[in-house]
């Protein structure tokens, strides 16, 4: 009896341990560039030590009264598709609207595990994630992790943080500033006869 009590107690304090070595992996993101028509977030991943991510499925809550999804470029702009290491392009990758300020982010590695481990940065950039602006004002980006794994199949925990970003809409011009703009030229123009 106390044989399996003290493999219990072992069993459990691997599985804490496990976690908490996962508890080191961080998901956040990072505006890339900002116009008044269109803002770039980068989604990226941080930590990974030894694990290898090889799976992603993730939702992403924004403001849908400020921000609509424009597009999605999967991978690094500097180290590519770090869950496509050879840049074969057979990944299996989504992208989709749910809902209203709901987007699903999904990539899925074909490559082999150990090609994985043995060639995978610890911190990529998973995503670079388009929005037009629709209006101007706060709007936050929040992750839920719908699943995480590395290249052996086994799930990974992250830490995850929201993004807060403010937006500013283009201000439309009157209808009548650009017949003003070419009244004012005439106007001038005559001057210098």
Do not use: C
Not at 9 to 24: E, K, R, T
Request: hydrophobic fraction near 50%; glycine fraction near 10%.
């Amino acid at each position: 009896m106390m044989k399996q009590l003290k493999a219990g107690l072992v069993g459990i304090a691997l599985f804490a341990a496990s976690g908490v070595a996962d508890a080191a992996i961080d998901l956040h993101f990072t505006p890339r560039s900002q116009t008044v028509e269109a803002i770039e977030i980068g989604l990226n991943i941080s930590g990974l030590g030894g694990a290898a991510l090889a799976t992603y499925d993730f939702n992403i809550q924004f403001d849908p009264t400020r921000l609509a999804f424009a597009g999605v470029v999967f991978g690094d702009p500097v180290l590519g598709d770090e869950l496509d290491v050879f840049d074969l392009g057979g990944n299996s990758t989504a992208a989709d609207v749910l809902g209203p300020g709901v987007l699903n982010l999904f990539e899925s590695s074909l490559d082999d595990a150990a090609d994985l481990q043995a060639l995978q940065a610890d911190s990529f950039t998973l995503a670079i994630i388009r929005f037009n602006v629709l209006s101007s004002g706060s709007s936050q980006l929040d992750l839920l992790i719908n699943g995480l794994a590395d290249a052996g199949g086994n799930a990974l925990s992250a830490n995850a943080a929201p993004l807060n970003i403010n937006t500013v809409a283009a201000v439309p011009l009157p209808g009548m500033v650009w017949p003003m703009v070419g009244g004012v030229w005439v106007v001038l123009r005559r001057r210098k006869v």
